[in-house]
């Protein structure tokens, strides 16, 4: 696999087969991989097809433990326990929204933003409305803001009113409006309040350094071609992580 570390722009573009004539932008629902990512994927691909009885017993198992390892490293996890794949970081959210709700014993508040993406917010609403765990919130969190103190004194003096409120969605990188949120700010003010917190972060790795255990979030869900769901293990309930023992 080529060594691409560092390299930005022009210096990186024939690691990717983008077509030259376009100049493409949309990364963020639709992106390319590096062929270095693409090659090893088609090995894998001949691997399965060669004997699928014994990758599908043996090496899927192998390669998902060796894969969450991998993250682990790269966004600041200890363990790869703590680590799952999902089939996409909505789908991530989702799975810790369940897990969350099955352990109220009554309903209680779910925060969103106004910058929520939309998909997050229908399944905020789908769990509010349908599955009944939580009563549905939104905080305006539309700029401009002077700094990113003046964000996170809007979660506090939201939480401070919404007592109800015992869950709260918040985004690293906004989409499409593509704010960088004070995220370890944000989530120690909402354990201030004894709110428990998903961090969207389908957009930061590779944009923005990850130290999962330092942002201190009860999930923190994101994207690195693969998608995965990183959780603290006292707040999970319904989930099972893949092992390879």
């Not at 024939?14 to 992106?31: A, T």
């Not at 508040?109 to 997050?120: C, P």
């Not at 939580?134 to 996170?152: A, M, S």
Request: with cysteine; net charge negative.
């Amino acid at each position: 696999m080529a060594e691409t570390g560092g390299l930005f722009g022009a210096e990186i573009r024939d690691e990717f087969q983008l077509s030259k004539e376009l100049v493409h932008l949309n990364h963020g629902s639709f992106g390319s991989v590096p062929r270095s990512v693409y090659e090893a994927r088609l090995e894998r691909m001949k691997e399965l097809e060669i004997c699928p009885d014994d990758w599908f017993r043996y090496n899927f198992v192998l390669l998902v433990t060796k894969g969450s390892e991998t993250v682990s490293k790269l966004i600041g996890s200890s363990s790869s326990e703590n680590v799952v794949f999902v089939e996409n970081a909505t789908g991530g959210i989702t799975a810790a929204l369940r897990s969350l709700g099955l352990k109220m014993q009554s309903k209680a508040g779910l925060l969103v933003t106004g910058l929520s993406y939309e998909a997050i917010r229908h399944t905020a609403h789908k769990v509010c409305e349908i599955e009944g765990h939580f009563v549905l919130h939104t905080i305006n969190l539309d700029p401009p803001y002077k700094d990113k103190f003046e964000v996170v004194q809007r979660y506090r003096d939201y939480l401070s009113s919404h007592s109800d409120v015992h869950v709260a969605i918040v985004d690293h990188i906004t989409s499409p409006s593509t704010l960088l949120l004070p995220v370890k700010e944000i989530v120690s003010v909402c354990h201030e309040f004894g709110v428990a917190v998903i961090i969207d972060g389908a957009h930061a790795p590779g944009q923005v350094e990850i130290n999962v255990e330092d942002i201190n979030a009860e999930f923190y869900t994101g994207k690195s071609c693969s998608f995965f769901l990183y959780f603290i293990v006292n707040y999970v309930f319904g989930l099972k992580v893949i092992s390879g023992t």
